[in-house]
């Protein structure tokens, strides 16, 4: 029986925790926020009940229509798990997969936003998998969601080579540099030495579909390095630049793939972010306080 990075053992059920250790929880109301605890691999991490939970708060996102977990410290959402969920229009009915699906963010918006999908989480962190199953009970999508504890370079059996027929991810950003002193932050942040962008990618395409989509957000500035990770493997490779302010370089793009196809690329218009001081510009008000949806796909659904 093998054991994750964790120490937690591979097929058996978590243990719920102790009720002492559910007390002095911090429950608020934001509208927009980013060891072994027994949680096994391939399983679905199971919920706490929603008394009291010791190091944790609520928080929402799209203006209030999703209500997440996090933890009070270390790795918290920002708007890109908001903004990736938002350029995903699949057809109705369509098994989406999250890999790396953090506290839950972009499944649970996706999920609130388009309620004829179904949406499948993989999350290596066990804290985080956790949370991710206690939001999707708080947003009552148990039917429709689930999140399963796992690695992505080695997914439980119940995540399928070719079982998806869209996979969105918000892979690590950073490659080098020194990386943040908290060891969650970190993880969600910087690349692994067994999981570089390039093969993170190609576990992504092994998990799709022949023809199905990818769609991911990543920095701009590697955005070469997203593109080779594609190549010879997608292609319809849509990219649409997110943009700090108008007149300013993209920080971030969302870059759309079909697997196994062959197809030129699309640079679209963009999207600016902010307008005047911090508030959101009204193109981005749309997508992240009243869960509107990115076109990447003006042509019509694939």
């Avoid at 096994?40 to 929402?60: H, L, N, Y």
């Avoid at 992505?152 to 990386?179: C, H, Q, W």
């Avoid at 009204?282 to 019509?300: F, H, I, K, N, T």
């Amino acid at each position: 029986m093998t054991q994750g990075p964790d120490g937690v053992p591979a097929g058996q059920a978590a243990p719920p925790e102790p009720s002492a250790k559910r007390t002095g929880v911090r429950e608020d109301r934001l509208s927009m926020t980013q060891g072994p605890d027994g949680v096994p691999t391939g399983q679905a991490a199971p919920p706490e009940p929603p008394a009291k939970r010791t190091g944790v708060r609520e928080d929402t996102l799209l203006g209030g229509r999703v209500r997440i977990w996090q933890p009070l410290e270390g790795y918290r959402t920002a708007i890109d798990p908001v903004l990736l969920a938002a350029a995903l229009d699949p057809a109705e009915g369509t098994h989406v997969l999250d890999a790396g699906a953090g506290t839950g963010a972009a499944l649970l918006c996706l999920a609130t936003r388009r309620p004829d999908l179904r949406v499948t989480g993989l999350e290596l962190d066990a804290l985080h998998a956790r949370l991710c199953r206690m939001s999707i009970e708080a947003n009552g999508l148990e039917s429709r969601c689930r999140v399963l504890r796992g690695d992505l370079g080695r997914p439980p059996p119940e995540i399928p080579k070719g079982g998806y027929d869209a996979v969105m991810t918000n892979p690590p950003f950073a490659d080098s540099g020194t990386p943040p002193e908290d060891p969650r932050r970190a993880r969600a942040h910087m690349e692994g030495a067994d999981m570089p962008l390039k093969a993170w990618v190609a576990r992504c395409l092994d998990l799709l579909r022949s023809k199905g989509r990818l769609t991911v957000i990543h920095r701009a500035d590697r955005l070469d390095a997203l593109l080779a990770a594609l190549s010879g493997r997608a292609g319809e490779v849509t990219i649409l630049p997110l943009w700090p302010r108008e007149g300013a370089a993209a920080e971030r793009v969302i870059v759309a793939a079909r697997k196994g196809v062959r197809g030129g690329s699309r640079l679209l218009p963009g999207v600016v972010l902010h307008g005047e001081g911090n508030d959101f510009a009204s193109g981005a008000e749309s997508v992240l306080r009243d869960a509107g949806a990115l076109d990447l796909e003006p042509r019509g659904r694939r």
